[in-house]
């Protein structure tokens, strides 16, 4: 990777900035956005200060327009996109019955529409290197989740958007990964929407159970080396995706009890 030009999106906290480090560390030159820009601000100083050569971009990832405009910025400082991983994404909580719709919007224009908007704009100038697109799913994009319906609609949409651009690309020496963590500890459940569009500002499972950003950056990493097509992290993720396809009325009542055990869960 050295001397690669790296975009993250959404890479101010989190997997975005485990993987920042990741990359960074390996030599290449890595692009962070976020639509905060003192919380940027940083995490592009951190990875600075730890010898990275890192830039950040204020880009909100719904936005296309902003979106093209950071693409544009990138080729404008460095000339070369060779890999952007698709990170940006937010989370939600609510009984689908009682949820402000523009909440499920506001989740599928980060999560999806982000994705799509990026790899849109980027994907000429990675096509010209033979680089490569990483998208930051969730098993929740293999099996659906009560209470976070818009979620994983964003991540299903994202997965089938991903396995078709993947295919469109066979003969083109560009590389797609599917990467799907599990729980992992990081501020996405924090930064959850309520059923009327709200942050939470709290995690409702327990963070120190899960695997952390970092490690779970090392092997995404590790995966798209190996020019893996889809990548599923955890015993408690593969285990979910196998019991899904093979026992579903099973895994049915087993994700209801489960997510039914969480703090303040809607589910009674």
Known sequence: MKNQVVIITGASSGIGKALAFEYGRKGAQI????????NLIAAETEL????????????????????????????QLYGRIDLLINNAGISMRSMFETVDL??????????????VYATH?????????QGGIIGISSIAGYRGLPVRTGYSASKFAMNGFLEALRTELLETGVHV?????????SNIRAASLNSEGKVTGDSMRDEGKMMSAEEVAKRIAEAYESKKKTLVLTFQGKLTVFLNKWMNGFLDKMV??????????PLK
């Open 31 to 38: 692009v962070i956005t976020g639509r905060n820009e003192q």
């Open 48 to 75: 600075q200060a730890a010898g990275i050569a890192a830039k950040g971009i204020v880009c909100d990832s719904a936005s296309e327009e902003q979106t093209r405009a950071m693409v544009d910025q990138v080729m």
């Open 102 to 115: 523009k909440v499920l919007k506001q989740v599928m224009d980060i999560n999806f529409w982000g994705t």
């Open 121 to 129: 704009a980027a994907l000429p100038h990675i096509k010209a290197v």
């Open 177 to 185: 990964l599917i990467a799907c963590p599990g729980f992992t500890a």
């Open 256 to 265: 209801y009890n489960t997510l039914k055990k969480e703090k303040d869960s």
